[in-house]
């Protein structure tokens, strides 16, 4: 398994922008996914993006054109910049791994994002 660790979260203006970054404890070359969740408060956690150890991406539609995500296999981090966020992007932002053999599942502990109207 891994430990994540996620940084980067903070206040911003409505029309701004942040990167989270997200720090393993080892080698992410051949996790098979990774990803970013959210959770607002009062509601589910949802997808925001995941990006696979190929390089694949995919996006939930509320994010699409506004967030990239990326993994830095080197370095052992994923990131996620974000742009043009909006208030309805303040959350809980979390990290994960999910990897197929060995199969196992990683969240990290998250950041706290809060966009401002």
């Known amino acids: 398994q891994v430990h994540l660790v996620e940084s980067g979260g903070g206040l911003v203006q409505a029309g701004g922008s942040l990167t989270l970054s997200c720090a393993a404890s080892?080698?992410?070359?051949?996790?098979?996914?990774m990803g970013w969740y959210r959770q607002a408060p009062g509601k589910q956690r949802e997808l925001v993006a995941t990006?696979?150890?190929?390089?694949?991406?995919v996006y939930s539609d509320s994010v699409k054109g506004r967030f990239t995500i990326s993994r830095d296999n080197l370095k052992n981090t994923m990131s996620l910049q974000m742009s043009s966020l909006k208030p309805e992007d303040t959350a809980v932002y979390l990290c994960?791994?999910?990897?197929?053999?060995?199969?196992?599942?990683?969240w990290g502990q998250g950041t706290q994002v809060t966009v401002s109207s």
């Open positions: 990006i696979t150890s190929g390089g694949s991406t």
């Open positions: 994960n791994a999910q990897n197929y053999l060995p199969t196992y599942v990683c």
């Open positions: 080892r080698s992410i070359f051949s996790i098979s996914v």
